[in-house]
């Protein structure tokens, strides 16, 4: 026993090469070493050699296979190998098994969280914060998972403790000031004062723009707009981002697909998914809560399957998802073989396991040539929106901090100039592939819902359901930026929101202008 402590200890020290070592010392002493095979696996996985733990947690279970942390576990290092079904049947059976242990409720409905089984998640996470009070990460999930399922008083209350035992604790301030409700007396003091101390810039970037959620609903909008100012700055200048990176992928995509489209021409799928894409924070949420309120389809939320299933196909070694070499790699690629392995990814999320489902990753929007050519039967949905608000809205975003995917998002110019070149993309896409994809105006659609829900219906081949209209009644989980709001009945309180601060937008007003394009 005091070995099997000492080995974990190693683990939780975050000493992972040590516990490997001492891990395959133990081993080889005794094979039969079910804890040290355990503590093995975890290492192997800490240490980014999936495969080899996968192996490792596989023959820990073939030894012990009703230990509950160990299937916990293995859940958790599916996932790290993509292989989600595997996962979901993982943690389904260490769930239905049990267990006491905060940190192995915690780690199951981590693995739901991530497979979108948010639903399941839940009670585990609850189980975890009435188990371990004082752990601050379990509550964190716990408040984040109560604000997906619009619980805003039960949420809130969840982020308070935190604060309580952290006042610095920059993802709970900027959860706390996500939940749109009325800043409490004190939180813009609290805020200053944590960010008075010594921080990370991480910490920092979050704390600065929780402070600018509160000063802007307190109609103090200079201080807000210094405050993401600061805060923009500050992630940008962590980040390797050129803007140029962007700029020739999209140039690749439009000259791949220019001429004679990339891919042999052999789907003979019959599937539809609906792929609802566009620019993040221009609606994509709210067409997909529409959507998925009617009885024939469930949402899958934001997959990475159809990227991850391009970046397969095409071979590249690239650290990028997708890039120039990528889009090149592609070609002569088999359609039926990418809508497959699309939707094999896609069925082993919860929401897209049966029938017709939604994938609203709005980034899809540059995978379009892809889509149509592997599902001859799908969908395509793209939100557009003024502009201005585009721009606004995803520079006073901030996305998960690790995200390779919208480091455009943290300098307006930058910002502004990629709005330009998925305008640019649509109006291509619009030319090669006629009458295949349905574009919503986000302004025609907070302004009449019924006309264009009918049209949106139509285009995805789908019978009229009133339900659509009373999107706001859906209780499933949304984990996306918009969850509060979509709880709401439809209105038009977002549309021309940049105006407030138009006198800080000036460069970004007449950069459009340059280039012809609207700003409303």
Not at 450 to 471: I, M
Request: glycine content about 8%.
């Amino acid at each position: 026993m005091a070995a099997s402590t000492n080995l974990r200890e190693l683990l939780v020290s975050g000493r992972i090469s040590e516990a490997l070592a001492a891990a395959g010392a133990a081993l080889s002493a005794d094979p039969s070493d079910v804890e040290a095979g355990f503590v093995a696996a975890v290492a192997l996985a800490e240490s980014g050699r999936v495969g080899d733990a996968v192996k490792a947690i596989g023959a820990v279970l073939r030894a012990d296979p009703k230990n509950v942390e160990y299937l916990a576990q293995q859940a958790k290092i599916f996932l790290l190998a993509r292989r989600e079904a595997d996962a979901l049947t993982a943690a389904r059976a260490a769930a239905e098994l049990g267990s006491e242990d905060p940190l192995v409720l915690d780690t199951i409905g981590c693995v739901f969280a991530r497979l979108g089984a948010h639903d399941e998640a839940l009670p585990l996470f609850d189980r975890a914060v009435k188990g371990a009070p004082e752990a601050i990460e379990f509550r964190f999930n716990l408040a984040s998972t109560l604000g997906f399922f619009g619980r805003v008083d039960e949420a809130a209350e969840a982020y308070e403790a935190i604060l309580a035992r952290d006042p610095g604790h920059g993802r709970a301030h900027l959860g706390l000031a996500g939940l749109r409700r009325k800043p409490a007396p004190g939180n813009v003091a609290c805020l200053e004062a944590a960010l008075a101390g010594k921080i990370e810039t991480s910490e920092e970037v979050r704390l600065r723009y929780a402070l600018f959620q509160l000063y802007e609903a307190e109609g103090q909008l200079s201080e807000a707009n210094a405050q993401l100012s600061l805060g923009n700055a500050r992630h940008r200048a962590n980040l390797s981002y050129q803007f140029e990176s962007d700029e020739a992928v999209f140039e690749t995509i439009r000259r791949t697909f220019v001429r004679d489209l990339p891919l042999i021409p052999d789907s003979r799928l019959d599937e539809a998914p609906i792929f609802v894409v566009g620019l993040p924070r221009t609606g994509t949420t709210l067409v997909d809560r529409i959507l998925s309120s009617h009885a024939e389809v469930s949402s899958a939320g934001e997959l990475q399957a159809m990227p991850l299933a391009v970046k397969q196909l095409s071979g590249t070694s690239s650290r990028l998802v997708l890039d120039p070499q990528t889009v090149e790699a592609s070609k002569g690629v088999s359609a039926q073989k990418l809508g497959e392995l699309y939707l094999a990814r896609a069925r082993q999320n919860a929401g897209a396991q049966h029938g017709r489902f939604t994938d609203k990753f709005p980034l899809n929007f540059l995978y379009i040539g892809w889509i149509l050519q592997a599902f001859p039967h799908a969908s395509v949905v793209c939100l557009r929106r003024g502009a201005m608000d585009s721009v606004w809205s995803n520079y006073k975003h901030l996305f998960a901090i690790g995200s390779p995917y919208y480091q455009w998002s943290y300098d307006l110019m930058d910002t502004a100039r990629y709005v330009l070149l998925f305008q640019r993309l649509m109006g291509f896409w619009r030319q090669r592939f006629p009458g295949r994809i349905h574009e919503v105006t986000y302004e025609w659609l907070v302004a009449d819902q019924e006309t264009e829900t009918r049209k949106l219906l139509s285009h995805c081949g789908l019978a009229w359901d009133a339900a659509c209209l009373d999107f706001h009644n859906n209780d499933a989980a949304v984990s996306t930026p918009s969850a509060q709001q979509v709880r709401e009945p439809i209105n038009a309180r977002a549309v021309g929101s940049w105006r407030k601060y138009e006198r800080h937008l000036g460069e970004v007003m007449e950069f459009f202008a340059a280039n012809g394009i609207p700003l409303d």
